[in-house]
């Protein structure tokens, strides 16, 4: 009971200073009672929910504990709370669980609606999203590959990854080692019998390697992992300012078909702000190079709640981009760890009942110029509770991202911190590679080693 009212306190009390709330649990006559009791300095709240039965099921019971903590505090917090009670990393995963238990949709939303207080945009987008993602069923034979490149030319005051500028020689050995990571990946794919379905190149930002590493890399990845023509092929290229032409030609000839650029904002002084050393001019003239590079499928990636922005700055930034007609826009909600330098610099963040309302904003205006929402996610940090979220025009989507959702398919993960997910018969299992760049190339055999581990998905299989 202490986790599911835990939840609710974050939802409106995100600092979680001086709020204090007892939730009691009591049955009679048929029913259980939850009367949760909140007292916020001065202010007190109090609410009772109840249910018929007895003997509740655990989600029963979490959702009676989270109602009776939510009309208890709500009315003492100025933070709206659009997703209801429905917390947890994936909002779109309910949705799933609720129809694969033999729901109409109608239900569905009358349960988001009723039980879980959801908002009407919400619940249309974590349906929209989990029809989305119910056209991926579970398949223990296909895998894709994700490739972490883990420097970047700057770091964002927002960011809490393991990411580094990288000296050139460092550079190199890391790429030289992850070639031979990726070799042995392709070896075991090919004695599984698996089928690789997607390549995702991610980090960081791979395209902060020289031109000569981009393109050993990909050469490698094309020949190792033998990428077929037509899957799925993507290498992010999210820092403008590391976009050039050979770059974009070496990637199109070692069949990259779907690259991310991503300008955050398209205001230059909320760039400087957040240590993106690149403007928004730069980002412009990175995705018309990657246009005229023969590029049909290019993603942005844009931040809601940014330090500095307030709603109108915002939806110039969405307008912007939206006017370069990309095939897929990925919206974040500004997410801060507690390593972020951001979060150590006291700078204020934006309020969420403004965030809540870019959100919303999105939604309706992507959605209007025929964009769908196809994956989404929390974090626990995010500003509000708020969601980030994939849309893409109809065809476009990545299945690599719905993957990263849904578990449909292995993942391999190669490189400094990745995180393989195996799709065992009953379960998913993680395997983990080294963090830091430095563990990964001076503990190497391990990290190969470790690749054997994949075997275990040949159980059962
Ligand atoms: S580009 Fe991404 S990985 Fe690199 S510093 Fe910025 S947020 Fe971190």
């Given at each position: 009971?202490?986790?599911?009212?835990?939840q609710i306190?974050?939802?409106?009390?995100?600092?979680?200073?001086?709020?204090?709330?007892?939730?009691?649990?009591s049955v009679?006559g048929?029913?259980?009672?939850?009367?949760?009791e909140?007292?916020?300095?001065?202010?007190?709240?109090?609410?009772?929910e109840?249910?018929?039965?007895?003997d509740?099921?655990?989600?029963?019971?979490?959702?009676?504990?989270?109602?009776?903590?939510y009309?208890?505090?709500s009315?003492?917090?100025?933070?709206?709370?659009?997703w209801?009670?429905l917390?947890?990393?994936?909002?779109?995963?309910?949705?799933?669980?609720?129809?694969?238990?033999?729901?109409?949709?109608?239900e569905?939303?009358?349960?988001l609606?009723d039980?879980?207080?959801?908002?009407?945009?919400?619940?249309?987008?974590?349906?929209?999203?989990?029809?989305?993602?119910?056209?991926?069923?579970?398949?223990?034979?296909?895998?894709?590959?994700?490739?972490?490149?883990p420097?970047?030319?700057?770091?964002?005051?927002?960011?809490?990854?393991i990411?580094?500028?990288?000296?050139?020689a460092?550079?190199?050995?890391?790429?030289r080692?992850?070639?031979?990571?990726?070799?042995?990946?392709g070896?075991i794919?090919?004695?599984?019998?698996?089928?690789?379905?997607?390549?995702?190149?991610?980090?960081?930002t791979?395209?902060?390697?020289s031109?000569s590493?981009?393109?050993?890399?990909?050469?490698?990845?094309?020949?190792?992992?033998q990428?077929q023509?037509?899957?799925?092929?993507?290498?992010?290229?999210?820092r403008?300012?590391?976009?050039?032409?050979?770059?974009?030609?070496?990637?199109?000839?070692y069949?990259t078909?779907?690259?991310?650029?991503n300008?955050?904002?398209?205001?230059?002084e909320t760039?400087?702000?957040?240590?993106?050393?690149?403007?928004a001019q730069?980002?412009?003239?990175a995705f018309?190079m990657?246009r005229?590079?023969?590029?049909?499928?290019i993603?942005?990636?844009?931040i809601?709640?940014?330090?500095?922005?307030?709603?109108?700055?915002?939806?110039?930034?969405?307008?912007?981009?939206?006017?370069?007609?990309?095939e897929?826009l990925?919206?974040?909600?500004l997410?801060?760890?507690?390593?972020?330098?951001l979060?150590?610099?006291?700078?204020?963040?934006?309020?969420?009942?403004?965030?809540?309302?870019?959100?919303?904003?999105?939604?309706r205006?992507?959605?209007?110029?025929?964009?769908?929402?196809?994956?989404?996610?929390?974090?626990?940090?995010?500003v509000?509770?708020?969601?980030n979220?994939?849309?893409?025009?109809?065809?476009?989507?990545?299945?690599?991202n719905?993957?990263?959702?849904?578990?449909?398919?292995h993942?391999?993960?190669?490189?400094?911190?990745?995180?393989?997910?195996l799709?065992?018969p009953?379960?998913?299992?993680r395997?983990?590679?080294?963090?830091?760049?430095?563990?990964?190339?001076?503990d190497?055999?391990?990290?190969?080693?470790?690749?054997?581990?994949?075997?275990?998905?040949?159980?059962?299989?």
């Amino acid at each position: 009971m202490d986790y599911e009212a835990e939840q609710i306190v974050l939802l409106f009390f995100p600092e979680h200073h001086n709020v204090t709330l007892k939730s009691t649990l009591s049955v009679s006559g048929g029913k259980t009672y939850v009367t949760s009791e909140a007292d916020i300095l001065t202010k007190k709240g109090k609410h009772t929910e109840s249910m018929d039965g007895t003997d509740l099921s655990k989600r029963d019971l979490g959702n009676l504990v989270k109602r009776s903590a939510y009309f208890a505090l709500s009315p003492l917090s100025p933070l709206p709370a659009p997703w209801g009670i429905l917390t947890g990393v994936r909002p779109a995963k309910l949705v799933r669980i609720l129809m694969e238990e033999g729901k109409t949709e109608a239900e569905v939303r009358q349960i988001l609606r009723d039980v879980y207080l959801a908002d009407e945009d919400k619940i249309n987008l974590a349906v929209s999203v989990a029809l989305e993602e119910g056209r991926h069923p579970r398949n223990r034979k296909n895998v894709c590959v994700y490739i972490g490149i883990p420097f970047c030319p700057s770091r964002c005051s927002y960011c809490s990854f393991i990411s580094g500028t990288g000296a050139v020689a460092t550079q190199e050995e890391y790429v030289r080692l992850l070639l031979l990571e990726i070799k042995r990946t392709g070896e075991i794919i090919r004695e599984l019998g698996l089928s690789l379905k997607a390549v995702y190149i991610g980090g960081g930002t791979p395209t902060s390697l020289s031109v000569s590493l981009l393109e050993k890399l990909h050469s490698g990845i094309c020949d190792f992992l033998q990428v077929q023509e037509n899957m799925e092929f993507t290498t992010e290229a999210g820092r403008p300012d590391t976009v050039t032409p050979e770059k974009l030609q070496i990637l199109k000839q070692y069949g990259t078909n779907r690259i991310s650029i991503n300008p955050q904002t398209m205001h230059d002084e909320t760039l400087r702000r957040i240590g993106r050393r690149h403007t928004a001019q730069q980002f412009l003239d990175a995705f018309s190079m990657a246009r005229e590079a023969g590029f049909d499928n290019i993603n942005t990636d844009l931040i809601a709640g940014l330090p500095g922005e307030d709603f109108s700055m915002y939806c110039h930034s969405l307008e912007t981009i939206l006017s370069l007609s990309p095939e897929s826009l990925t919206l974040h909600t500004l997410y801060i760890k507690r390593a972020s330098a951001l979060r150590q610099s006291g700078e204020p963040v934006i309020q969420v009942p403004e965030v809540a309302d870019m959100l919303a904003c999105t939604y309706r205006s992507v959605t209007e110029k025929g964009y769908l929402p196809y994956y989404m996610y929390r974090q626990k940090a995010t500003v509000g509770n708020l969601e980030n979220v994939g849309y893409a025009k109809p065809g476009t989507e990545s299945f690599y991202n719905t993957v990263t959702m849904t578990d449909c398919a292995h993942i391999f993960a190669l490189g400094a911190g990745g995180v393989s997910r195996l799709l065992l018969p009953d379960k998913v299992e993680r395997v983990f590679n080294f963090k830091h760049d430095d563990g990964y190339t001076h503990d190497f055999d391990e990290v190969l080693r470790r690749k054997e581990q994949f075997y275990k998905i040949n159980q059962l299989m």
